[in-house]
């Protein structure tokens, strides 16, 4: 039986949260999670985590962050640099979120740009990408999600193997639709070779995770693919039993032996 490469389930709490529901919720994933095989991390809104980092600490929870500004300082009001998150043991920042994308306006590059500034500062950033539903009824979603990658390896190239990439197909997104574990393969295979082709054998160890509406129903299959390598999880991740749930499908999907 070979062990696949620890798979990473990674929960964002988008713009939710309150002192109160945080801590229930945190606290019932600490008592739930023994100690997991695979990673786990929770992103959370910025007021929330010095909170976190203070439930999660000595627990099997990495503390994420949903942005991170592409710049290290100065006259940035209401961004978060990525020294900030560092002193809170910030280990995740995603990048790139869809939403991000749509009502902030992120371009490729300036994603790019925020994976770097991550990297730099021992961040690992999540880097999304993903079509919409009138791109993939257009064809186009290859095309997409290989030029949104593009750019990313572009400008760091030299340290392409320390990223995680999620593919979220935007059409997939809170709307209760979720890509076939087929669709998703393809576009998970498809992203596994331009990586390859930028970094060589180190491509097999970059986790790529599905972030389209995964949830505890279709998790085992979903995380059974062979280059699925976890999961960015949004509304699934706010409930304890839910999560808990998908990540003992990873677990489950990292013991199991290769087709």
Same mark, same amino acid.
């Given at each position: 039986?070979?062990?696949?490469?620890?798979?990473?389930?990674? *929960? =964002?709490?988008?713009?939710?949260?309150?002192?109160?529901? =945080?801590?229930?919720?945190?606290?019932?994933?600490? *008592?739930?999670?023994?100690?997991?095989?695979?990673?786990?991390?929770?992103?959370?809104?910025?007021?929330?985590?010095?909170?976190?980092?203070?439930?999660?600490?000595?627990?099997?929870?990495?503390?994420?962050?949903?942005?991170?500004?592409?710049?290290? @300082?100065?006259?940035?009001?209401?961004?978060?640099?990525?020294?900030?998150?560092?002193?809170?043991?910030?280990?995740?920042?995603?990048?790139?979120? @869809?939403? +991000? +994308?749509?009502?902030?306006?992120?371009?490729?590059?300036?994603?790019?740009?925020?994976?770097?500034?991550?990297? #730099?500062?021992?961040?690992?950033?999540?880097?999304?990408?993903?079509?919409?539903?009138?791109? #993939?009824?257009?064809?186009?979603?290859?095309?997409?999600?290989? #030029?949104?990658?593009? $750019?990313?390896?572009?400008?760091? *190239?030299?340290?392409?193997?320390?990223?995680?990439?999620?593919?979220?197909?935007?059409?997939?997104?809170?709307?209760?639709?979720?890509?076939?574990?087929?669709? $998703?393969?393809?576009?998970?295979?498809?992203?596994?070779?331009?990586?390859?082709?930028?970094?060589?054998?180190?491509?097999?160890?970059?986790?790529?995770?599905?972030?389209?509406?995964? =949830?505890?129903? =279709?998790?085992?299959?979903?995380?059974?693919?062979?280059?699925?390598?976890?999961?960015?999880?949004?509304?699934?991740?706010?409930?304890?039993?839910?999560?808990?749930?998908?990540?003992?499908?990873?677990?489950?999907?990292?013991?199991?032996? +290769?087709?």
């Amino acid at each position: 039986m070979t062990m696949h490469k620890k798979k990473l389930v990674a *929960g =964002n709490w988008k713009m939710n949260g309150t002192l109160a529901a =945080n801590e229930a919720l945190v606290k019932a994933l600490v *008592g739930g999670l023994d100690s997991p095989a695979c990673d786990v991390a929770v992103c959370v809104p910025a007021p929330y985590l010095s909170q976190v980092q203070s439930l999660a600490k000595d627990s099997a929870i990495a503390l994420g962050a949903q942005d991170v500004s592409a710049h290290a @300082s100065g006259a940035f009001t209401g961004e978060q640099s990525a020294g900030m998150l560092q002193e809170f043991g910030v280990r995740y920042a995603i990048v790139g979120h @869809s939403e +991000r +994308r749509q009502y902030h306006g992120e371009s490729d590059e300036a994603v790019s740009a925020k994976a770097a500034m991550a990297l #730099r500062h021992g961040i690992t950033p999540i880097v999304c990408v993903g079509e919409t539903l009138q791109q #993939r009824e257009a064809g186009q979603t290859d095309e997409v999600v290989k #030029r949104q990658l593009a $750019a990313v390896i572009h400008d760091n *190239g030299h340290c392409i193997s320390e990223i995680v990439v999620a593919y979220e197909p935007v059409w997939a997104i809170g709307t209760g639709k979720t890509a076939t574990p087929e669709q $998703a393969q393809a576009v998970h295979h498809l992203l596994r070779a331009q990586l390859h082709h930028a970094a060589g054998d180190h491509a097999a160890g970059i986790r790529i995770l599905y972030g389209g509406s995964m =949830n505890a129903a =279709n998790a085992a299959q979903l995380l059974a693919q062979p280059d699925i390598d976890g999961g960015l999880i949004g509304g699934a991740s706010l409930k304890a039993p839910d999560f808990l749930q998908i990540i003992a499908a990873a677990n489950q999907a990292m013991s199991a032996p +290769r087709a």
